[in-house]
């Protein structure tokens, strides 16, 4: 019970640490690595871990199933080729030269130690990719290739991951075999993803109607997905990944506009309270771990450290280059229609923070060997993770957008698209109004009408970058569609609460009136907010 309380408390200053970071405009996945640092050195705090078999469980499912969530399929799907070179490829290649810097220079640090700890740190985190790079005005395309290869490539490196401590554990090893088990385990995983997605599909689309009953079977989900693969012994992060894509594409014609608004913020919080969990317990067991490896010195540690580090984000950039040449030079029709720019290229590699995947496999290493013995290295291989995550998200992460300010990188901005989208939904609705609406009474067909001309009107007036219609100079400055008529349209609701609020007061307005009205006011202002 007392370890309960800790770490409620401590989520409680995870939560006062994201209130500030956000004030002071600091990445929140920084704070969240150097906060598990600050809290290893508070003295008196107690050792609290998880069984290294429910880490996976616990962490892994919710948040991957979260990122899927957020991902485009049609921009996965168009950019699948530096997706996969990435989220496999980069993946396998970082796991290989990570081993080999591994065994040369860790003592003690045997091939399959070597690949394991390549296998832990190759993955860069989606939600530390995501958060970072969120309003540096990124290219569409850039950002959909970061969070498609964060996405996919925690499958790739966990199913190394498994194989390398199955090395460990047995010390039997055949490459061909593992080659064939990996497509089968991948395989696997995707159509399990898929065939549960569908089931699920179904259920929601026939059989649900409740708000509540919705979020609850899509945040079940994740974890069923996963569970079911891992029976099987297929890739359960591959299970969750497809699923999460699946439901995702077809959410707007199976779940109702309150499950919608529900589900995104149930995903966003566990998202959030998970993240902070992890980082909380690496550095509740930070002191443990740091006493387990006092056999090498602190110069020993920092070298070690340094090194993987270096070579992680070094051999980023050594895959892509090539990676992203050699296609253009091998294929006329990748050239001629894939636009280039080596600055992108640039952000790509500066882009690779590692985080709660990594974290999490590194505490889910077994605590003994099949004869009883202690697992080797297990220690040195969370402390080495941990200064990868630090180095990565601190390094790349804060010094990320002064990049992007030198390489004159022009930001990217939403305003045309969102244009050409609100056009195109407005003046359809209204010839549909016109076409299929003409038989209603008068009063009703004018007030509808009117609802959409009034948005047409606005549009005319928006403000679009001073090119959009073919001029030279663009400002530096463009106004958000709807921005001043959204601004006071929410003015005026505050209005409404606060009459609302006086009327409850006074007796007038009864709870369930009280209750009622509020969510109404608060569904019109989220959506309102949508627009700003």
């Known amino acids: 019970m007392e370890n309960i309380g800790l770490i409620v408390i401590l989520l409680f200053g995870v ?167 990996f497509v089968v385990v991948a ?28 979020v609850t079977l899509t945040f079940l989900t994740a974890f069923a997905a996963y569970l079911i693969a891992e029976y099987f012994h297929f890739s359960g992060v591959l299970a969750v990944v497809s699923s999460g894509l699946f439901l995702s594409y077809y959410s707007v014609s199976i779940f109702s506009n309150e499950g919608r608004i529900m589900i995104y913020a149930v995903w966003d919080f566990v998202e959030f309270i998970l993240n902070g969990l992890i980082f909380i317990l690496i550095g509740l067991q930070l002191r443990d771990v740091m006493a387990g490896i006092s056999n090498y010195s602190m110069g020993e540690l920092l070298f070690y450290g340094l090194l993987i580090s270096v070579v992680v984000i070094v051999v980023r950039f050594v895959f892509l280059i090539p990676a992203a040449m050699l296609p253009r030079i091998l294929s006329r029709r990748i050239k001629e229609q894939e636009s280039f720019d080596f600055r992108n290229l640039i952000i790509i590699g500066w882009s690779g923070m590692r985080g709660m995947v990594s974290m999490a496999a590194a505490l889910a290493l077994p605590l003994t060997l ?91 007036k928006t403000d679009l970058p001073a090119n959009y219609f073919g001029e030279d100079h663009v400002p530096d400055d ?23 609020e006086k009327l409850h007061k006074q007796g007038k307005a009864t709870e369930a009136i009280l209750r009622k009205m509020e969510r109404e006011l608060d569904l019109e202002e989220t959506r309102l907010q949508m627009e700003l």
């Open 15 to 181: 939560s006062f640490l994201a209130i500030l970071s956000k004030r002071l405009r600091f990445q929140f996945p920084i704070a969240l690595v150097i906060c598990g640092l600050v809290i290893s050195l508070i003295p008196g705090l107690p050792v609290i871990s998880l069984r290294p078999d429910i880490v996976f469980l616990i962490f892994l499912p919710p948040l991957l199933f979260s990122a899927a969530w957020n991902t485009s399929w049609n921009h996965f799907k168009a950019n699948k080729r530096p997706i996969t070179l990435a989220a496999v490829g980069l993946v396998l290649f970082t796991t290989v030269i990570v081993a080999v810097f591994a065994h040369e220079f860790i003592p003690g640090m045997s091939w399959p130690l070597g690949f394991l700890l390549g296998a832990i740190v190759s993955p860069p985190d989606a939600v530390a990719a995501t958060s970072i790079t969120k309003g540096l005005g990124l290219h569409p395309r850039v950002v959909s290739i970061l969070e498609g290869e964060s996405l996919v490539n925690d499958a790739s490196s966990l199913i190394a991951y498994k194989y390398a401590i199955i090395v460990v554990m047995v010390g039997n090893f055949v490459l061909w075999r593992a080659g064939m088990s």
């Open 187 to 214: 395989g696997g995983g995707i159509v399990v993803g898929l065939g549960f997605g569908y089931v699920m599909y179904l259920v929601q689309k026939h059989f649900i109607c409740e708000p509540i009953m919705e």
């Open 370 to 460: 099949a004869d009883g013995t202690d697992f080797p290295l297990r220690n040195l291989i969370i402390f080495l993770t941990f200064c990868v995550i630090l180095s990565t998200l601190v390094l790349l992460g804060l010094t990320l957008p002064w990049i992007i300010r030198k390489l004159r990188l022009e930001p990217h901005s939403v305003v045309a698209e969102e244009y050409e989208v609100r056009m195109s939904v407005v003046t359809d609705t209204i010839q549909y109004i016109e076409e299929h609406l003409s038989t209603l009474q008068d009063q009703l067909l004018r007030d509808i009408k009117n609802k959409y001309e009034i948005k047409y009107s606005r549009l005319q």
């Open 478 to 500: 463009t106004a958000n569609i709807f921005n001043e008529f959204s601004k006071l349209q929410i003015d005026v609701i505050a209005v409404e609460r606060g009459i609302l």
